[in-house]
């Protein structure tokens, strides 16, 4: 039997399989290399979302921390409140002494004049020496005193 130029020899079934068989040994090697290099990005992944749900926690420890400081230095400004609402003697609060003639009283409070301002210069100077210097402040300190005389004391 002679065959013609035009026609072509059926490939056995064997070896037609046997190609099949290469393909898919050649695809299965190809996507476990692309399944290696997925997990190894993927690990990376891993360590990031820990490294995130790390520092998620260490945020949250702070702020914890923070708010808790802030509620102890509240309590502590409203201890200073207090005890300075329950002083019997302001510091700029000193009782003046007048004779009846006013000769005798200008000379005693010309007396006190210095010293007064003095006094109270360090007492503002204090109050303000950890209050920021461009932000404005106002402060507003009243007394009631034994003959029912008020006093005020504004600072800005």
């Given amino acids: 039997m002679l065959q013609d130029a ?6 056995a079934t064997y070896l037609r399989r046997k190609e099949e068989h290469d ?9 476990e290399r692309q399944l290696t290099e997925l997990r190894a990005k ?8 820990q490294e995130l749900i790390a520092a998620v926690g260490l945020n949250t420890t702070m702020k914890n ?8 230095v509240a309590m502590a400004q409203s201890s200073v409140s207090q005890w300075l609402q329950n002083q019997s003697v302001h510091p700029m609060n ?8 006013w000769t005798e009283r200008r000379e005693t409070l010309l007396s006190m004049k210095d010293e007064r ?19 404005p402040h106002l402060s507003e300190e009243r007394l009631k005193m034994q003959m029912g005389i008020s006093a005020v004391f504004i600072t800005r």
Avoid: S
């Fill in 6 to 11: 035009g026609t072509k020899k059926r490939k």
């Fill in 94 to 101: 000193n009782f003046i002494h007048l004779g009846r003639e």
């Fill in 65 to 72: 921390a923070v708010e808790q400081q802030q509620l102890k």
């Fill in 42 to 49: 993927n690990d990376g992944g891993v360590t990031q979302l």
């Fill in 117 to 135: 301002l003095a006094r109270g210069f360090r007492y503002v100077t204090a109050w303000c020496q950890h209050l920021a210097a461009l932000k």
């Fill in 23 to 31: 393909a898919l040994q050649d695809q299965i090697q190809e996507i």
